[in-house]
């Protein structure tokens, strides 16, 4: 069983940054690959980014491509997405979610993930 809560969410312009946090509680974290994901009003959840359990594999949706980065520690049960560049399109819920760590281009699908945050919000003013 693994529990998780998104946080860092907030108001920023756009050109700005922002840095979310997702802690998880369970101790076999580690184990689990790790997602990004995000639903803007009256739209589909869409994938934004994942890593396996090491943290050396990463996928980005090509949205955010070299502007998100996704990175994890273990050590502290959090897994975290910078947001740099940020645009008005960024504007939605962020929730972070985890399933089996497996091919990491497998891991765009939301049914592959078991677990789930309750989201936290990001609005981007342009």
């Known amino acids: 069983q693994v529990q998780l809560v998104e946080s860092g969410g907030g108001l920023v312009q756009a050109g700005g940054s922002l840095r979310l946090s997702c802690a998880a509680s369970?101790?076999?974290?580690?184990?689990?690959?790790m997602g990004w994901f995000r639903q803007a009003p009256g739209k589909e959840r869409e994938f934004v980014a994942a890593i396996t359990w090491s943290g050396i594999s990463t996928y980005y949706a090509d949205s955010v491509k070299g502007r998100f980065t996704i990175s994890r520690d273990n050590t502290k049960n959090t897994v975290y997405l910078q947001m740099n560049s940020l645009k008005a399109e960024d504007t939605a819920v962020y929730y972070c979610a985890a399933g089996p760590s497996g091919t990491i281009w497998l891991m765009n699908r939301p049914d592959r993930y078991g677990y789930w945050g309750q989201g936290t919000q990001v609005t981007v003013s342009s």
């Open positions: 369970g101790r076999t974290f580690s184990s689990y690959g």
